[in-house]
């Protein structure tokens, strides 16, 4: 089973500034990762998939990067919205896992 | 737009088994594209992959669940369901259930809160 590791688990930021969240895979997983946000009380929404294509109506202020085990999310210049719990998910291959989660909260 | 929509008992009883059922709409079940699966969150945690089905029948189950848990779909009611079996506190969470393509969850039901207590 492929572990995923977050950090930090919590990033404390004020509006405006950049996040830089990090997921590291126990083993290469190529691009095979997805990143998602959830706020208090609602489901995770996928943010990014393939490590760095944006999924459907994702301001261009998220970006992804990363290869093999080593990645990063990156909100260019935080808004309101976008304090929330990240999460990273690796697709390489059954079993599915999930990384333990990145908090962004305002400073 | 996809809709799933998760539904059953909130509250299931330790060594009982513990029964979800994901209603979809706005699309098909049948969607040759997708798989359907369940994930669960236990209160301030992390998020659990549980399983996941093809309206063909094929299934995967984490290896962890596997020997308690059964992944069925019923294509006549577009929908799919979970059963966990020998349900103990730890398996107190809320549990999603969600469409994956190319195994990305991309649409998730709103999430049913399950507490395993007596």
């Known amino acids: 089973e492929i572990v995923l590791t977050q950090s930090p688990g919590t990033l404390s930021l004020s509006p405006g500034e950049r996040a830089t969240l990090s997921c590291r895979a126990s083993?290469?997983?190529?691009?095979?990762l997805a990143w998602y946000q959830q706020k208090p009380g609602q489901a995770p929404r996928l943010l990014i998939y393939g490590a760095s294509s944006r999924a459907t109506g994702i301001p261009d202020r998220f970006s992804g990067s990363g290869s093999g085990t080593d990645f990063t999310l990156t909100i260019s210049r935080l808004e309101p919205e976008d304090f929330a719990v990240y999460h990273c998910q690796q697709y390489g291959g059954a079993p599915f896992t999930f990384g333990g989660g990145t908090k962004v909260e305002i400073k | 737009q996809l809709q799933l929509q998760e539904s059953g008992p909130g509250l299931v009883k330790p060594s009982e088994t513990l029964s979800l059922i994901c209603t979809v709409s706005g699309g098909s079940i049948k969607s040759g594209d997708s798989f359907w699966g369940w994930i669960r969150q236990p209160p301030g945690k992390g998020l659990e992959w549980i399983a996941s089905i093809y309206f063909g029948g094929t299934t995967y189950y984490s290896p962890s669940l596997k020997s308690r848990v059964n992944i069925s779909v019923d294509t006549s009611g577009n929908q799919f369901s979970l059963k966990l079996t020998s349900v103990t506190a730890a398996d107190t969470a809320v549990y999603y259930c969600?469409?994956?393509?190319?195994?990305?969850?991309?649409?998730w039901g709103q999430g049913a809160l399950v507490t395993v207590s007596s």
């Open positions: 083993l290469s997983i190529t691009t095979y």
């Open positions: 969600a469409r994956s393509k190319n195994s990305i969850f991309g649409s």
